[in-house]
């Protein structure tokens, strides 16, 4: 039987930490329930610690989404994670997910601590949290960056004091597939507590590598979460993409064999909620959600996905909640694309002599435009209709 890959949606909190994405209340509970329609299994609902609008938002969602987990993040400190706690109080299923950063940088530069404090720190944490849930996940913040002995060490004591989701953090990503994915394969294989936890992978974008990095963790190194956002919002260059994720398994489930419980039909709908809501418009060529990644604009391209649509298709876009592909005509098209868009408009030329003249005269005018609209195929064969008035 395949493993289930558990996707773990943070649009609402690593999302949010975009600049400018900010979300009111209602928007974020807007947003969780499409989560919950795109039956994500965990949602990372925000940081009930950083605002009381936060605090009340993680609140206002455990009490409207049933399904998924809901989950708030807090810094390793009682504080953080009774206000957690508070936030998640209505929740059917809760998590909390505290964090500290391990890397020799991270300590000794932003937390002035000794490694022995934050081993101390996060021991604690994960005992204080578990007061609360026995669902806690922890993350090595910086993990990627971090002194692989040290990073053994936290683990496993963390793992002891009941953590049961490791979240593999590439905070800044710096990972390279290979290495992220083989780093979190000898920390598995190391620390000997290990199997009693979850691996996750959490990576961030900044050489474009998060998808990569996020696939490398699950393929190379064993995890069975992603966390990841929507559109790939996030901090700086973004986090990895839940669309691009969820369809790679899905899409090459021969190479991955890993099941995901994700309706695959809400993508679409999802990603322009989250666009509208933030005013972060998607990239026309981005992957799965880009309004031109079901679009042929080549005429070799059009005959081929006219004949047959997997010649120049990976995946269906209704598999994604496009209503179908798109066949944009332009100078680069050919007749056969042009015949079938006559008959979706319900023109019937009479002779092939006529389908000719007016495919001859949309390449003049494609010629001049960049995009052809049935506005102006319907002129084209007007004034070929004309023509033969005259
Ligand atoms: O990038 C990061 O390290 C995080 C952690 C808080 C998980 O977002
Ligand atoms: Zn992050």
Known sequence: MADKLIIFDTTLRDGEQSPGASMTKDEKVRIARQLERLKVDVIEAGFAAASPGDFESIKAIAAAVREPIICSLSRANDRDISRAAEALEKAQRKRIHTFIATSPLHMEMKLRMSPDQVLEQAIQAVRFARQFTDDVEFSPEDASRSDFDFLCRVIEAVIKEGATTINFADTVGYGVPELYGSTLKRLRETIPNSDKAIWSVHCHNDLGMAVANSLAGVM???????????????????????????????????????????????????????????????????????????????????????????????????????SANKIVLGKLSGRNAFKQRLQELGIALESETEINAAFARFKELADKKSEIFDEDIMSVVADEEHSHDA
Not at 241 to 267: P, S, W, Y
Not at 309 to 318: K, V, W
């Open 220 to 322: 190379i190194g064993g995890a069975r979460q992603v966390e990841c956002t929507i559109n790939g919002l996030g901090e700086r260059a973004g986090n990895t993409a839940l669309e691009e994720i969820v369809m790679a398994v899905r899409t090459r489930k021969d190479h991955f064999n890993l099941d995901i419980g994700i309706d695959t039909t809400q993508i679409v709908a999802t990603s322009k909620m989250v666009s509208q809501i933030t005013g972060f418009a998607v990239q026309p060529n981005k992957a799965i959600v880009g309004a031109n990644a079901f679009a042929h604009a080549s005429g070799i391209h059009q005959d081929g996905i006219l004949k047959a649509r997997n010649t120049y298709e990976i995946m269906r876009a209704e598999d994604v909640g496009w």
